[in-house]
């Protein structure tokens, strides 16, 4: 496995495994890589003879009060996992070299992104499409391969690749949890572990809610009203937003259809998690 921190190596490299015939699929990741990240890379190698994942903390994704100088950072462990994946090739540029000037463009999504993680991180979806986008460009891969936890995003990505042309294909695939329920990121190394065990209570009200709709539930305000009484019986919980919705504009649910997703977002401490659950009609 090569590792290159220059737009031009990259695509030399790209370049070369397509003379190759290979495909190529992407792996976008801010490092820190956990089994949910390698998980987006075995799905990546089902899809293309070449992988290439990039790791770039992205600063305009942060808001002023955000968590920038503390996102945790492992650049030799991360590119140990990737090459122990399969990956074929690490990108992993410096701030100077993704944002070479002072910047005239930048990527910013419509009503799609007015809720949610929209309205709790003002501005964080420009900044994720802005990376992406010059990603996707830099890279020119045939599949792109996303993780459903950050599910907004994921659904965002996939209407900017639509709604722009970009010649390829967004795949998404489930969240990995670990053995407690809880789904796999990389601020959850912030929670102490009283704060672990209480973070609990999101993945529990999440499966909760879908019990209900297994059950028949579908009205979503009821829908919404299980879950919260599960968040509301856990101490050192901060609801930040807990909602059903559909999933192709992101507005509320009142009644629960194919395209249905119970969405959630709670703040433990410092820490903010968030997490979902597709609801299959």
Known sequence: MNVV???ADVRAAVAAARSRGEAVAFVPTMGALHEGHLSLVDAAR???GFVVL???VNPLQFGPNEDLAKYPRDMAGDTARAAERGTSLVFAPSVDEIYRRERTIEIRPLKFADDWEGASRPGHFTG????VAKLFNIVQPDVAVFGQKDLQQACLVQAMTRELDFPLEVQVEPTVRDSDGLALSSRNQFLSPRERKAALALPRALTRLRAAHRSGVRTGAELERVAEEVLAAEPGIELDYLAVVDT???KRARTVGAHAAAIGAVRIGTTRLIDNELLQP
Do not use: A, E, Y
């Open 54 to 56: 990039s790791i770039f």
């Open 248 to 250: 192709r504009t992101f």
């Open 5 to 7: 921190t220059t737009i």
């Open 128 to 131: 994720v499409l802005t990376i």
């Open 46 to 48: 089902r899809r293309g």
